[in-house]
């Protein structure tokens, strides 16, 4: 079985400053791992995503997360946050055996503030 | 290549009303997914079809029916509209599901009263 929990259901930055949002998963199989972003009243769009290879994955917009299997985590950064990066943010797990079906975290809301 | 298109966009319900929300792909997909987003949540799987002809329930499927007779299309039928089951849905299809991306459609914001 396959879940994800989203440690923060709020974070507040103010603008060029980093962001760090934190997720950890649970898989039975080997996972696939995903964030993605929802700007209000929009749909989903991939920011990056983990799919075993390289640990250290880079994304859209400056937004980069590492996979830690010893840690079960998966965590997304960015050095310096934007005004424009305020939205909701999911954290995804999918795994091997699971014909694509994917588990959403309950999200991040990123309030970015000047 | 319009990539996933839902219909419609927004739609207000009576308790008991039925309706059919619409989701079609271009990009010959054979996997598609439809989901629910509650206010404040984060996204839960109804139902999921691996190909034309092929359905099965996803984690909160009760209310909802599928049916899938093409690759591009994959209708979310209501029956007997609930206001629990007020909410935003999304429709998704991908190529592969080997650590392949969803593709998201905009999403049909429904409201039962």
């Known amino acids: 079985a396959q879940s994800v929990t989203q440690l923060d259901s709020h974070v507040s930055v103010s603008e060029g400053t980093p962001v760090l949002l934190r997720c950890n998963y649970s898989s039975s199989y080997s996972p696939s791992l995903f964030w993605y972003v929802q700007h209000p009243n929009k749909g989903l769009q991939l920011l990056l995503k983990y799919t075993s290879a390289a640990t250290l994955v880079k994304g859209i917009n400056g937004f980069e997360a590492e996979f830690k299997k010893s840690e079960t985590s998966f965590h997304l950064t960015k050095p310096s946050a934007h005004m424009s990066d305020a939205a909701e943010y999911f954290c995804?797990?999918?795994?091997?055996?699971?014909?694509?079906?994917?588990?959403f975290g309950a999200g991040t809301q990123v309030v970015v503030t000047p | 290549n319009a990539g996933v298109t839902q219909t419609p966009k927004f739609r207000i319900l009576k308790i008991g009303q039925s309706m059919t929300l619409q989701c079609a792909q271009d990009m010959n997909h054979n996997y598609m997914y439809w989901y629910r987003q509650d206010p404040g949540m984060g996204l839960k799987l109804i139902y999921y079809?691996?190909?034309?002809?092929?359905?099965d329930k996803g984690e909160v499927p009760n209310g909802y029916n599928v049916s899938r007779s093409t690759t591009e299309d994959f209708p979310l039928r209501l029956e007997l509209a609930a206001p629990s089951q007020t909410s935003v849905y999304f429709c998704?299809?991908?190529?592969?599901?080997?650590?392949?991306?969803?593709?998201f459609g905009p999403g049909t914001r429904l409201t039962v009263t």
């Open positions: 995804v797990v999918s795994d091997a055996d699971s014909w694509g079906k994917l588990q």
């Open positions: 079809s691996v190909g034309a002809g092929i359905t």
């Open positions: 998704a299809s991908t190529g592969r599901t080997d650590s392949y991306e969803q593709y």
